[in-house]
C-alpha cells in the first residue's frame, strides 16, 4: 500500500492522541472527517497502526522502578530461546524484550514497584528461568525521555 502526506500526518496526529475523533484529526490534517475514517481504516488494515492503548505513568500506578536488564543465555539451540521467550512474554514485570547482538543475548525493560520487589523479581522468577547464564541490570536514576511516537520524517523526504 503506497501512503501518502495525508496518510503520514494523520499517522503522526495519532501517535501524539490516539483518542482523538475524526473531526479533531480532520481539522489538524485539512481533510473531512470521512476521508480521515476511511484513511485510518485503510492504514490499520494493512497494518501501519498495531493497535491503540492508554499510556500509563509508571509512578502514578506504583511502580516507581526501572531496569534495563541484560541477559545471557547457557545455550542457544532453538528450543531453549523459544522457551526463554515464552517465559519472559508472560512476565508481566517485564514491558519489553529484545534479542540483540553484543556480549548479551536479551535486553529487557522491567518495572517494579521498588529496589525490593525488583530484587525478588530477579532472584526468584528471572535468574530462576532455565538456561539463564548472567543476568546485569542497570537501574533508572532519572528519565530523560520517553515515547512511543516513531519518526516518520524520512518517510515525507521520500515523496510520500
Known amino acids: 500500500m503506497e501512503i501518502d502526506k495525508y496518510d503520514l500526518h494523520l499517522l503522526d496526529a495519532l501517535q501524539r492522541n490516539g483518542h482523538a475523533s475524526n473531526a479533531e484529526l480532520a ?6 472527517p470521512s476521508q480521515v475514517s476511511r484513511r485510518v481504516q485503510r492504514l490499520e488494515q ?27 543465555l547457557e545455550r542457544h539451540a532453538e528450543a531453549h530461546t523459544d522457551a526463554f521467550n515464552a517465559a519472559v512474554a508472560a512476565m508481566d514485570e517485564v514491558l519489553e524484550c529484545f534479542a540483540i547482538t553484543g556480549e548479551a543475548d536479551y535486553l529487557l525493560r522491567i518495572v ?16 530462576r528461568l532455565t538456561g539463564v547464564r548472567s543476568v546485569k541490570s542497570n537501574i533508572v536514576l532519572a528519565e530523560i525521555k520517553r515515547t512511543t511516537r516513531l519518526p516518520l520524517d524520512h518517510l515525507l523526504a521520500r515523496g510520500g
Open 46 to 72: 494493512a497494518g501501519y497502526i498495531e493497535r491503540y492503548s492508554a499510556l500509563l505513568r509508571p509512578a502514578a500506578v506504583g511502580l516507581g522502578v526501572t531496569a534495563f536488564t541484560a541477559v545471557s
Open 27 to 32: 481539522e489538524q490534517i485539512h481533510l473531512s
Open 112 to 127: 517494579a514497584p521498588d529496589l525490593a520487589s525488583l530484587s525478588a523479581f530477579m532472584l526468584h522468577r528471572l535468574m
